[in-house]
């Protein structure tokens, strides 16, 4: 059983940064494919980033380009998502998850989970002036 556990979400003005971080219990993440997603109230769960065990990365989201940074952290075991620049419609809950079976970052067409088979509980994300 894989639990992950997410901190550094807050409350911050536009165009300001958070960098929420994704943390295993018991376990190592290097060896997985980790990804971010976020809902907002009302919307559906969408993917934003993930990072596969090699290293490489990308944003499944378009307007997160340039702003949203994936990473490892080695040293420390978790895998970060620096935020610049934040909009309010970056406003929303956000979550890690890794995927266990298989190492690439595609997202499942038809499953509500988008193949991702561990979640956390979520970090709230609040852009406001």
């Known amino acids: 059983q894989y639990q992950l556990v997410e901190s550094g979400g807050g409350l911050v003005q536009p165009g300001g940064s958070l960098r929420p971080s994704c943390a295993p219990s018991?376990?190592?993440?290097?060896?997985?494919?980790i990804a971010w997603f976020r809902q907002a109230p009302g919307k559906e769960r969408e993917g934003v980033s993930c990072?596969?065990?090699?290293?490489?990365?990308?944003n499944y989201d378009d307007s997160v380009e340039g702003r949203f940074t994936i990473s490892r952290d080695n040293a420390e075991n978790t895998v970060d998502l620096l935020m610049n620049n934040l909009k309010p419609e970056d406003t929303a809950v956000y979550y890690c998850?890794?995927?266990?079976?298989?190492?690439?970052?595609?997202?499942?067409?038809?499953?509500?989970?988008?193949?991702?088979?561990?979640w956390g509980q979520g970090t709230q994300v609040t852009v406001s002036s």
């Open positions: 990072i596969v065990s090699t290293g490489g990365s990308i």
């Open positions: 998850a890794l995927r266990s079976w298989t190492p690439g970052c595609d997202l499942e067409a038809g499953d509500q989970n988008f193949g991702f088979d561990y």
């Open positions: 018991g376990f190592i993440l290097d060896y997985y494919a």
